[in-house]
């Protein structure tokens, strides 16, 4: 079969050049020093005829990001269970920490196996990756329709909000049950008997879907922090304006909030902007084949995205430990105070605790 030429690259990609068969042979892609085939999501030629694709296969690049990984997955579930004091805390946390203990046994396992372990080719590597990024979305549902439930009690609470709370964590769950099923195609592409072609199309559901999800979960985040930064607002501007008593006996409370409200803010940019980039990554897989090819090093480079946010969050809740701490001591010691909200409620420190809510 002639070069496999990918738009917009020239035939065998822009790391080799096609060299025409002679003697009734077929024509092949001679790679250039570093570069080779693979097959890892490629679906646009046969094994029988791997020698005629795309030169975009470098191990050497491919080792250092999953090694980069493994550090960043370890360094972050270290200080991730260095803040986790008590079980509840440890259990909201769990779908982070299962899913950085495969990503870190799946990476390994790359390395050891770079010839084979080959996303949608071997189906051990393809499992683990399949499970592991269906539960950061998971975590996301968890973590973001807290924040629904919260604003439906205390910032509107009629009985037209309630129904569009209800509807709306109903229509994030059934996205996100969906999402995370489509995923498993990773593995089960290993196993079934159907043309290359045609796993491409199955593909290109898979990146649709979680395409759609991304969209709902960016519209549902920006709508949840910003109506509890409004919150946030009111009851500071009640206490500063009207209420003295609450102002003088309960001003770590006070403290906490004003704090609090820029760093919800930066937060909620944060996960959009994060969830922006990953909606892009999905997305153009659907038009574009070279953007499907480009999954081998897409993979891990969202990986990196994933625990690098990770970190991000966690430092900045190590940081606002010790402020919660006090508000903690100071909420029990304040049994008069008039609060608009319970000090339990007001105080959790996991309240904006969204570690895991980039997806995959």
């Not at 690259?9 to 092949?28: I, R």
């Not at 070279?290 to 966690?314: N, Q, R």
Request: aromatic share 10%.
């Amino acid at each position: 079969m002639p070069c496999l030429e990918i738009w917009p690259l020239k035939p065998c990609g822009g790391n080799g050049h096609c060299v025409t068969g002679e003697n009734g042979t077929e024509d092949f892609c001679e790679c250039d020093e570093g570069w080779g085939h693979s097959l890892e999501v490629n679906f646009f030629t046969d094994e029988d005829s791997i020698d005629s694709s795309v030169c975009n296969f470098n191990q050497q690049v491919i080792k250092s990001l999953y090694i980069t990984v493994i550090i960043l997955a370890v360094c972050s579930s270290l200080l991730q269970l260095s803040v986790l004091d008590n079980r509840k805390r440890f259990k909201r946390q769990m779908p982070f920490l299962t899913f950085s203990a495969m990503i870190i046994g799946g990476s390994i396992y790359r390395i050891l196996n770079p010839e084979t372990a080959l996303l949608a080719v071997d189906l051990l590597f393809s499992f683990v990756v399949a499970v592991a990024t269906s539960l950061p979305p998971v975590q996301s549902y968890i973590l973001v329709t807290k924040y629904l439930n919260y604003m439906s009690k205390k910032v509107l609470s009629t009985e037209r909000y309630h129904g569009f709370a209800e509807k709306a964590t109903k229509a994030y769950f059934a996205i996100t049950l969906l999402s995370a099923v489509s995923l498993q195609w990773l593995w089960i592409v290993t196993v079934v008997d159907v043309e290359r072609r045609n796993k491409l199309v199955f593909l290109r559901v898979m990146l649709g879907i979680n395409a759609l999800r991304l969209v709902y979960q960016i519209a549902f985040i920006s709508i949840a922090l910003t109506a509890l930064i409004r919150d946030m607002q009111g009851l500071l501007d009640a206490h500063s304006d009207t209420n003295e008593f609450v102002k003088v006996q309960n001003p770590t409370f006070l403290d906490y909030i004003q704090r609090k409200i820029p760093s919800t803010k930066a937060m909620r940019n944060r996960l959009v902007v994060v969830s922006m980039v990953d909606l892009n990554i999905f997305f153009w897989g659907i038009p574009f084949d070279i953007w499907v090819l480009a999954w081998t090093y897409t993979l891990p480079s969202l990986l990196l995205l994933t625990y690098f946010y990770s970190l991000t969050v966690i430092v900045s809740k190590i940081a606002n430990e010790h402020i919660l701490r006090n508000v903690k001591q100071q909420n029990q010691k304040d049994t008069a105070s008039i609060v608009p909200v319970s000090s339990k409620e007001a105080v959790q420190p996991d309240d904006l605790d969204v570690t895991a809510t980039v997806s995959i």
